[in-house]
């Protein structure tokens, strides 16, 4: 079974540009998450969706960054413009709808640097 | 408010030795626990979770964690380390509703000596 899959893996810019992030969840996976991990801390949630629709995005600045699900399959996370303090690895994670098993499926990330 | 600690910011042990990493929690309601792995490179995976019932649960690699509702913690144990286990180990809580909003510590490096 394939696993989450993210890509860029590495992204390089100036303050200011703008960056996109993809997401593929596993198959069959209705909920995606996009989590920020800033170096030296714990994951934290920026959004949740359930199918194409928002759960939660009550922790996403939303002044700069934006998250899409159209067709409820994969995902892009859009930040812009980027600051210093964006630099982070950009996780993304799905688990099965109604499983509320508390198991999420990470992808190995998208490391954002921002100069 | 809610959060975790993880006291230890970085763990060295010998192999085959065993292995305690601490994690507190504050929370409102009785939680969900969990603790993920994070091997370099690599994507975070769980390791084990509580729910409800028995305060011991087993988890994958021989890791168990105690629930202790007195001390708010769920410590993660290892009897026996091997070198593999090195990673970063990131205790979480969630919602009993949403077990996808996790509030994760800072994390605990684990370093395993030869």
């Known amino acids: 079974e394939a696993g989450v899959a993210q890509s860029p893996r590495y992204k390089i810019i100036e303050k200011r540009q703008s960056v996109a992030f993809w997401c593929n969840p596993i198959s069959g996976h209705a909920t995606l998450y996009w989590y920020q991990q800033i170096l030296g801390q714990g994951p934290k949630l920026l959004i949740q969706?359930?199918?194409?629709?928002?759960?939660?995005d009550s922790q996403l600045p939303k002044d700069r960054f934006s998250a899409e699900r159209l067709k409820g399959v994969d995902s892009t996370l859009k930040i812009q413009p980027a600051k210093l303090e964006d630099s982070a690895v950009y996780l993304c994670?799905?688990?099965?709808?109604?499983?509320?098993?508390?198991?999420?499926?990470f992808g190995e990330g998208s490391r954002l640097t921002v100069l | 408010a809610q959060s975790v600690t993880q006291p230890d910011i970085h763990i060295t042990v010998s192999e085959g030795a065993s292995l305690e990493l601490r994690c507190n929690y504050s929370y409102g309601a009785t939680p969900y626990l969990f603790w993920y792995v994070q091997s370099p490179g690599q994507g975070l995976q769980l390791l084990l979770k509580y729910f409800s019932g028995d305060t011991l649960v087993q988890g994958i690699k021989g890791f168990e964690a105690e629930f202790k509702r007195s001390q708010s913690s769920f410590n993660l144990r290892k009897p026996s380390v091997h070198w593999s286990d090195a990673a970063e180990y990131f205790c979480?809580?969630?919602?009993?509703?949403?077990?996808?909003?996790?509030?994760f510590g800072q994390g605990t490096t684990l370093q395993v000596k030869p």
């Open positions: 994670a799905s688990s099965p709808q109604g499983a509320n098993t508390g198991e999420l499926f």
């Open positions: 969706f359930q199918n194409n629709g928002v759960v939660d």
């Open positions: 979480a809580v969630g919602p009993t509703g949403n077990t996808g909003k996790l509030i």
